[in-house]
């Protein structure tokens, strides 16, 4: 069971940590990844983390802006978003799978596992 918070309303340039603990074993042994959904659009991913080597993958949009990290002794990770714009707005979720496949990461379906959302709201 995954469980987001964090999110809240910030103004353009501001910072928010979101963070996505999770309940279960083997919490270690699982990818992680944040995906932001708005009204009408698909869901999309903004960064993704293995566990195998501990790389991270980023949207190009939120490169150089967004840190996607884990606590495996807290059994928690994390989304620092810095520079924060308008266009961020969006519902975040977290999602977990003990499969990475550094092709199709960006692919919901890929995931097994999902928080239940956390509203990110940028004003200008």
């Known amino acids: 069971q995954l469980q987001a918070s964090g999110g809240g309303l910030v103004q353009t340039g501001g910072s928010l940590r979101l963070s996505c603990a999770v309940s279960g074993p083997d919490f270690r042994n699982h990818a992680v990844a944040w995906f932001r959904q708005t009204p009408g659009k698909e869901r999309e991913v903004v960064a993704a983390l293995s566990w195998i080597n501990i790389r991270a993958y980023y949207a190009e949009r939120v490169k150089g802006r967004f840190t996607i990290s884990r606590d495996n002794a807290k059994s928690t990770f994390y989304l620092q978003m810095n520079g924060l714009k308008p266009e961020d707005t969006a519902v975040y979720y977290c999602?977990?799978?003990?499969?990475?496949?550094?092709?199709?990461?960006?692919?919901?379906?890929?995931?097994?596992?999902w928080g239940q959302g956390t509203q990110v709201t940028v004003s200008s």
């Open positions: 999602a977990a799978d003990r499969m990475f496949d550094r092709l199709r990461y960006s692919a919901p379906s890929q995931w097994t596992f």
